[in-house]
Structures are given as structure tokens and as C-alpha cells.
């Protein structure tokens, strides 16, 4: 095979654009009287004034992307290349007016509503911004060994520009041993053993600009004989934020066997979160009087195991499959942001840090109550109430803190949570 070197380009541009008049007017309610037959006014509906609401909002976003591919044989080797460079720009805005007690039906115009206080204006614009480079490489011997590398560069407008780069490596092998001359002639069409480790980048959950010191207005002040407007900071600056990274570990394999009458995908993976995005309230007071900045400050870790069978086979004219699947997956807390408990029992029902991110808090049960004699000389108080409540058959519950009270500090895991796994 010859040496293919292939380049390729896209453009694309989207534009959006509408506008929304709405006109509203009083009108009268009449109701009808059954027993005199009366049909009289009951009220008036929408106000008692006419309002015109004009609004309009445009987007638009260009993307361009160049592609650079490679692809060359020769003997048992095969030797793949991918470039990608992308960019994304977006710019949207928006702006509303609104204004009461209009001239005329028949001249909805917002120049001809009532010129006094009720009249109203506001408006948005907002622009945003992304890079990508990404590049991969792929290297196959005699079908059989299949290593790849890929390494990614992500640029974001969120963050400051001197945290705004991402650089996610990533590298995978597989072994098909389908191939090998020991598995000739079995029952197996396809085996391909697997192992990756990525890297990737994620800001979807962070707010934008959190680098610039911002301001909004809010209300005014009376200063002397007039308002005067009143500006307020929106959050405290920090230029540290940067991308999320996930890292993860995969090792799997892949099955199939007797023509498809069985297939089986296994993996089993574990996942490393770094610099989850979250407010560092133990830090930064409540009482600072701004909003406090999104940082990177929580880490979780999963662990898990997906599984996948197949089945596919033709009956005379009829082609069926059937493909069940089962997935299990654990969430820790390796570090979180939370306050700091001085005391063991506050560690053991509070504390997040160390902990299954899914689990339920509750009291340890021991067995019931068999008889009245048994509660009698039962000397712990389960209810502050001095066990006067408890019947014979209720649960006795273990004082964990030996204070000879069941309360909350009695309290710890004992499952895990709600959610499936």
C-alpha cells in the first residue's frame, strides 16, 4: 500500500434570530345569573392598563475545523495518523423594552406607551470561545497487536489565560489473540484483550469569567434630592481556576464466539476526578459580601465494572439479537471541601471526605424487644422519654458512644443510598 497523506476542511455557520411582540390588554368577565337569566359584569381580567412587550435575540456561531489524515502498509505493519485543530466562536444577544398604557390598539408601538416610570428597557450580550488541537497515532502488527496514542489541547474562554490550556494524553493496547496460531481452529471468531489509560478534560459545570472582578446594579440610593444608581460586586476574582480532568484505568475483553450465537464485552475501570468545581466555604466566610468563586477543590474516585452479552442468530427467515448488559459502579470522596468536625461522632454522620458518595446514615440495630420485663431493664433511654413509648417488638438500637442515650450521635453508615449502583 502507498503512503496516503489526505487533508480535509469544514466550515459552519449558524445564525439564529427572532423577535417576540406581545400585546395585552384588560377585558371584562360577565357571568349569567341561572336564576333571574341576568347576564351581568363580574370584573375585569389582565390589569387595568394596555402593555406592549417587544423582544429580540440573535445568535451566532462559526466553526471551522481542518482535518489532516495518514495511512500507510508495508509488510505485516499498518501506520495511522489523525490531526484535528478546531475552533468554536459564539456571540449572542438579547434586548427587551416594555412600556404601559398604549395610545391605540391599532398603533402597537413602544414610542407610543405612557412615558412615566412604568416603562422599562433591558438587554444581554454574552461571547464565547474554544480551541482544540488533538492528534492520534496508530500502530498494527500482523492484525494481532494494536497499540494508539492520542493527545489532546483544549482552550476555554472560561477560565484565565494563563489556566486556560488542558493537555490530555491518552494510550491504549489490545491483543487479538484470535489471530494467534494457538487459537486456530477454535470455537472463538473474535477474543481481543485490552488495556487504556486516558485523560480527558471537562469545564460544563463551571460559570464563565470568574477571573474578572464584576458588578451588577442593584437598586439605587437617595442622595440628597436624587437616586443615585447603586453598583454592587458580583464575586471575589480568582485566576486559578482551570479544567476538570478525569483519569482513568481500563483493562477489557472482547468475545465472540460460534458465529455470533454468543458475545461477551467485559471492563472493569477505575476513574480518578481531579478538581471538581465547588465554593471553598471553609475558606472564604460567608460575610465576605460577594459570591463566592467556584474552585478546584473536590476529587472523587469510581470504580466499577460494565458487562455486555449478545446474541444474534437466523431462524429460517427471521434474524433476531438479543444484547443484555449490567453495570456497577462505586463513588469516593478521595477529598472534599467541607468544614472541619472536631469530634469523632461528627466525623462518623457528617464528614464527606473519605466516604462512599452514596450511602445512607442511620441508626445500628441490635434485635427487638421481646417482653415488657425486657424494656423495664433496658438501661438505655432510645427515645428521651425514658423508654416509656416501647412496646414489646420494637428495635433496640446500639449506643455506638456509651452515653446511655440513642441520639444522633449514635448514628453511622449503614447502606448504600438510594441510587443504584
Request: hydrophobic residues 30%; charged residues 25%; proline residues 5%.
Amino acid at each position: 500500500m502507498q503512503p496516503a497523506l489526505t487533508t480535509a476542511g469544514e466550515l459552519s455557520y449558524f445564525f439564529q434570530s427572532h423577535r417576540n411582540r406581545d400585546y395585552s390588554k384588560p377585558f371584562e368577565v360577565y357571568e349569567y345569573i341561572e336564576e333571574t337569566g341576568e347576564v351581568r359584569q363580574a370584573g375585569v381580567r389582565n390589569g387595568t392598563y394596555t402593555e406592549l412587550e417587544d423582544n429580540s435575540y440573535r445568535l451566532q456561531r462559526f466553526k471551522p475545523l481542518l482535518q489532516l489524515d495518514y495511512s500507510n502498509s508495508f509488510g505485516p505493519h499498518t501506520l495511522e495518523g489523525l490531526a484535528i485543530a478546531e475552533w468554536i466562536t459564539e456571540t449572542d444577544q438579547w434586548l427587551g423594552a416594555s412600556r404601559r398604557e398604549m395610545l391605540s390598539e391599532d398603533l402597537p408601538y413602544i414610542d407610543l406607551g405612557a412615558d412615566n416610570e412604568t416603562k422599562d428597557n433591558s438587554g444581554s450580550r454574552s461571547s464565547e470561545g474554544r480551541q482544540s488541537y488533538a492528534g492520534r497515532l496508530q500502530y498494527i502488527y500482523d492484525n494481532r497487536y494494536i497499540l494508539e496514542a492520542t493527545m489532546r489541547a483544549d482552550g476555554s474562554y472560561k477560565f484565565a489565560p494563563g489556566s486556560r490550556w488542558g493537555y490530555f494524553p491518552s494510550v491504549s493496547a489490545a491483543w487479538r489473540l484470535s489471530e494467534e496460531d494457538f487459537l486456530e481452529g477454535t470455537d472463538f471468531d473474535d477474543l481481543k484483550l485490552r488495556a487504556s489509560y486516558s485523560q480527558t478534560g471537562d469545564d460544563r459545570a463551571v460559570s464563565p469569567f470568574q477571573f474578572l472582578a464584576g458588578f451588577s446594579q442593584t437598586g439605587s440610593y437617595i442622595i440628597g434630592d436624587s437616586p443615585q444608581r447603586r453598583i454592587s460586586p458580583t464575586s471575589v476574582p480568582v485566576t486559578s481556576v482551570s479544567w476538570l480532568e478525569n483519569t482513568q484505568y481500563n483493562i477489557g475483553v472482547d468475545a465472540r464466539l460460534w458465529n455470533g450465537l454468543l458475545g461477551f464485552e467485559a471492563d472493569v475501570y477505575y476513574r480518578l476526578t481531579e478538581g471538581r468545581f465547588a465554593p471553598p466555604q471553609r475558606d472564604i466566610p460567608a460575610t465576605v459580601g460577594a459570591q463566592i468563586p467556584q474552585q478546584n477543590i473536590n476529587d472523587t474516585a469510581d470504580r466499577g465494572i460494565d458487562l455486555s452479552l449478545s446474541h444474534e442468530n437466523t431462524i429460517g427467515e427471521v434474524y433476531y439479537s438479543v444484547s443484555p448488559n449490567f453495570s456497577f459502579t462505586r463513588r469516593k470522596r478521595v477529598s472534599w471541601a467541607e468544614e472541619e468536625y472536631d469530634t469523632e461522632w461528627e466525623r462518623r454522620v457528617f464528614q464527606q471526605e473519605g466516604k462512599w458518595a452514596r450511602r445512607t446514615v442511620g441508626y445500628v440495630a441490635t434485635g427487638l424487644f421481646r417482653s415488657q420485663e425486657e424494656i423495664d431493664n433496658w438501661n438505655i433511654d432510645q427515645d428521651q422519654q425514658g423508654n416509656s413509648p416501647l412496646k414489646p417488638g420494637d428495635i433496640k438500637y446500639e449506643d455506638l458512644n456509651g452515653d446511655g442515650v440513642i441520639d444522633q450521635k449514635d448514628q453511622k453508615t449503614i447502606g448504600a443510598g438510594g441510587t443504584p449502583n
